[in-house]
């Protein structure tokens, strides 16, 4: 019998393989991983955080950089749970913990992702909307405080350029 979840916690040294590990799995290739080895190298992730399984190992994962600009935003990529434990409410505990954070905090977060899912987990399309991207817009959503659309030019690591 394999045990649910513990909680979200920050990665610990020695657990990089094991995020590898699972961004493969999660992506099928090596371009996540390639990105995190990157934002690593170049000490541009602000935090990562990994959803340990019993009985399983890391089960998920996601990394969290810092904008170019605007000054203090961060950016969520990439975002991964194990394909055999998805579609079981994970991601959206895990994430749903992270905006809450960012609406406490005062701090917006951005994803590039599927509205659908981003915006169950509380991330918002209409937040985003007046944002520059080099990215689609149309796949762009904002978590923080309140209910205001900032009209901000997101300029990413330069790590992304690669994706």
Same mark, same amino acid.
């Given at each position: 019998m394999v045990r649910g979840p513990d909680f979200c916690r920050?990665?610990?040294?020695?657990e990089e393989a094991a995020v590898s590990d699972l961004l493969?799995?999660?992506?099928?290739?090596?371009d996540e991983v390639r990105l995190v080895e990157t934002l690593r190298k170049?000490?541009?992730?602000?935090?990562e955080m990994v959803l340990p399984w019993q009985d399983f190992g890391i089960a998920g994962y996601y990394a969290l950089s810092?904008?170019?600009q605007p000054k203090?935003?961060?950016?969520?990529?990439?975002?991964? $749970?194990?394909?055999? %434990?998805?579609?079981?409410?994970?991601?959206?505990?895990?994430l749903g913990l %992270?905006?809450?954070?960012?609406? $406490?905090?005062?701090?917006?977060?951005?994803?590039?992702?599927?509205?659908?899912?981003?915006?169950?987990?509380?991330?918002n399309l209409a937040q985003a909307a007046q944002l520059t991207s080099p990215y689609p817009i149309t796949h762009t959503l904002l978590a923080g405080p309140g209910?205001?659309?900032p009209k901000e030019t997101? $300029?990413?690591?330069?790590?992304?350029?690669?994706?």
């Open positions: 920050e990665m610990r040294r020695g493969r799995a999660a992506f099928g290739g090596e170049k000490q541009q992730i602000a935090g810092g904008f170019v203090g935003w961060l950016c969520l990529a990439p975002v991964a $749970i194990h394909p055999e %434990l998805q579609g079981q409410g994970n991601g959206k505990r895990m %992270l905006t809450e954070w960012a609406r $406490i905090s005062c701090r917006y977060i951005v994803v590039l992702g599927e509205p659908d899912f981003y915006s169950k987990c509380g991330f209910s205001d659309v997101l $300029i990413y690591p330069k790590a992304f350029e690669s994706l």
